[in-house]
């Protein structure tokens, strides 16, 4: 009942930046919560950010604090992540991910229902 597209990805040098976007459709007033994992080859998916749909509190990953900022416009039922100083181990599929039952911010795999397709993010060295 809610669509998510992703964008933004690519092919950056290490220390670029890179923003994310993902766009909801259909039932986006039922969105709790709205944030983004990560999944590198040979390797769990893993919670990088979260943000609340109304209030914009927010979670993040110790690999993302400091470098990592996740925002939304409501209006455009759009969530972005702004990537600075990306690294190497930072290459990774991301996805977008919604909690719309208010289970909290720090997401997991169990409790968001709706997975965006992924975007591919590749860092050079």
């Known amino acids: 009942q809610v669509q998510l597209v992703e964008s933004g990805g690519g092919l950056v040098q290490a220390g670029g930046s890179l923003r994310l976007s993902c766009a909801a459709s259909?039932?986006?007033?039922?969105?709790?919560?709205m944030g983004w994992f990560r999944q590198a080859p040979g390797k769990e998916r893993e919670f990088v950010a979260a943000i609340t749909w109304t209030g914009g509190r927010t979670a993040y990953a110790d690999s993302a604090k400091g470098r990592f900022t996740i925002s939304r416009d409501n209006a455009k039922n759009t969530v972005y992540l702004q990537m600075n100083r990306l690294e190497p181990e930072d290459t990774a599929v991301y996805y977008c991910?919604?909690?719309?039952?208010?289970?909290?911010?720090?997401?997991?795999?169990?409790?968001?229902?709706?997975w965006g397709q992924g975007t591919q993010v590749t860092v050079s060295s």
């Open positions: 991910a919604t909690d719309t039952y208010g289970y909290g911010l720090y997401l997991t795999e169990d409790t968001c229902d709706y």
């Open positions: 259909g039932r986006t007033f039922s969105i709790y919560n």
